[in-house]
């Protein structure tokens, strides 16, 4: 579903990214763990087109994002794609963030209606019944006509993770989703996390929950100063860390 080739990043002369191969299965859930600043956020980010690559290539669904290939006096150009289609590609991607960023001013109802009427022009009452069907899945049907300042943290995330999913993305990231969470809310957006990754949901997760990692994760990632340093298996890599940095950040963490 993702795979990402020698993806290199830079910010001015600061090189976030030190190539980055990446390749997560569909239906699979990919968990990302590291210490902060390794880079983790800004993988996300470029896998979804909210940051452009210094170099590399990032094929979700087995489709080049953000570019087309051109063979010129052969030679292959990359040539950036039209907004439009970079736009459309980026509408198979699902993401959910630290902070909920829920428009304050709409219900949690119309949180979720608001881009399939207005991105993807479904009428009014189809995306209503939708976004209904969505807060019942993340265990919100009863808190609808709420405002976010009504609703807890956790349900506020519930209800961008309900408003990510109206786009019927085939790729969902998450970074970080219950770090801005007090303690006792972390585990009903694990929850339904859990149960979306039981629906066959393809997911690259950032998160420092290593309980999630082990249970729910098929891969698990580790990242420092941006370089995958080691992956596998969540177990083995929790259990026998073979490199060094990976031994110190895991036991910082556990
Ligand atoms: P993580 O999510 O692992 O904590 P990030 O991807 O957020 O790490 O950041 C990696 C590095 O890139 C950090 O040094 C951060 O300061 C830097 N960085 C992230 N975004 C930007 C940006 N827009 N401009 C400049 N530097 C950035
Ligand atoms: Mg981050």
Redesign the pocket.
């Known amino acids: 579903m993702v795979e990402a080739r020698g993806i290199h990043k830079f ?2 002369d ?1 090189h ?1 990214l030190r190539g980055v191969d990446l390749v997560v299965p569909r239906g699979s859930v990919s968990v990302v763990v ?10 996300l980010r470029c896998i979804n087109q909210l ?1 452009e690559i210094s170099a590399g290539r990032i094929y979700v669904d087995g489709e080049l994002m953000g570019y087309r290939e051109r063979e010129r006096n052969g030679t292959v150009e990359l040539q950036e794609l039209h907004p439009s289609v970079v736009a459309r590609q980026r509408s198979s991607i699902g993401m959910v963030f630290q902070r909920f960023n829920l428009f304050p001013h709409m219900t949690a109802l119309a949180n979720v209606m608001e881009a399939p009427v207005h991105v993807r022009g479904l009428s009014k009452a189809a995306a209503r019944e939708s976004a209904r069907a969505l807060l019942d899945r993340v265990g919100l049907a009863d808190r609808a006509d709420h405002y976010p300042a009504q609703l807890s943290g956790g349900q506020q995330q519930r209800v961008a993770i309900a408003r990510a999913l109206a786009m019927e993305p085939e790729l969902m990231l998450f ?1 970080e989703p219950t770090s801005a969470l007090d303690p006792e809310l972390v585990g009903e957006v694990l929850g339904v996390m859990q149960d979306l990754a039981a629906s066959g949901m393809t997911m690259v997760v ?1 998160t420092h929950e290593i309980g999630f990692a082990r249970e729910v994760g098929d891969h698990l990632v580790f ?1 420092d100063e941006g370089v995958i340093v080691e992956s596998g298996p969540p177990r083995e890599v929790l259990e026998n860390p073979r490199e060094p940095r990976t031994v110190e950040f895991l036991s910082k963490v556990l």
Do not use: A, I, R, Y
């Not at 590291?34 to 993988?43: A, R, W």
């Open positions: 910010f001015g600061l976030v590291g210490p902060s600043g390794s880079g983790k956020s800004t993988l940051e970074d950032v990242m």
